[in-house]
């Protein structure tokens, strides 16, 4: 048998500079086949101007403008991991906010990612059992990830590992909101592991 990860065979080449130590100016993420995955603009580690998330194909996926905070899909969007907020008591609500946790991301960066980065032996993924681990983020009420849990239990070399490289892609986020106010919330990446034959 042969361990794979999803489908997904592309590399990661990225442009970055960085500004006294920030993230500066445009940041570019391709595959292996030199497409365009997701295009980031930073101003001395701020946030700004227009992001552009992409499909595996090169095709336009999403947008996110951070002059009106607004998020424009052009593909029906599949990833919502919001999984809660916590209210003015402190106690988390499993209900939607106003506004839900938005992962500054598409599934083809994630995709990309865990198939360059993930390092797992096959004898620890159950025999011909996909297995998907659910990391659970804390993002604080800027959108910075916090802390990272895990959701579930697939197998513990695989649970040790997602939480590794869930650290490693350092997400980004925009913050949930209940009643104008930014809130920190939780959200949920979910990495998948799944056996293939070698045939």
């Not at 997701?38 to 946030?47: D, I, L, P, S, T």
């Not at 607004?70 to 999984?83: E, K, Q, V």
Request: net charge positive.
């Amino acid at each position: 048998m042969l361990l794979s990860f999803f489908t997904l065979q592309v590399a990661l080449a990225q442009e970055n500079a960085f500004k006294s130590g920030k993230k500066d100016g445009v940041w570019n993420y391709y595959g292996s086949n030199k497409v365009l995955l997701a295009r980031h603009f930073y101003k001395e580690g701020v946030r700004t101007g227009i992001w552009e998330f992409y499909t595996i194909d090169g095709n336009l996926w999403w947008t996110y403008n951070f002059n009106n905070s607004t998020a424009t899909y052009l593909i029906a969007n599949p990833a919502d991991g919001f999984y809660s907020y916590q209210g003015s008591d402190g106690k988390w609500i499993k209900k939607d906010p106003d506004a839900k946790t938005i992962w500054l991301s598409s599934e083809s960066q994630w995709n990309n990612f865990l198939v360059n980065n993930l390092k797992m032996h096959e004898e620890s993924v159950p025999a011909r059992v996909p297995g998907k681990v659910e990391i659970r983020v804390t993002v604080d009420e800027n959108g910075n990830a916090i802390d990272y849990k895990l959701g579930n239990n697939v197998e513990a070399d695989l649970d040790k590992e997602a939480l590794r490289v869930a650290k490693l892609y350092a997400p980004e986020f925009i913050p949930a909101q209940k009643n104008g106010q930014n809130v920190k919330s939780v959200y949920t990446l979910k990495v998948s592991y799944k056996l293939a034959d070698s045939r």
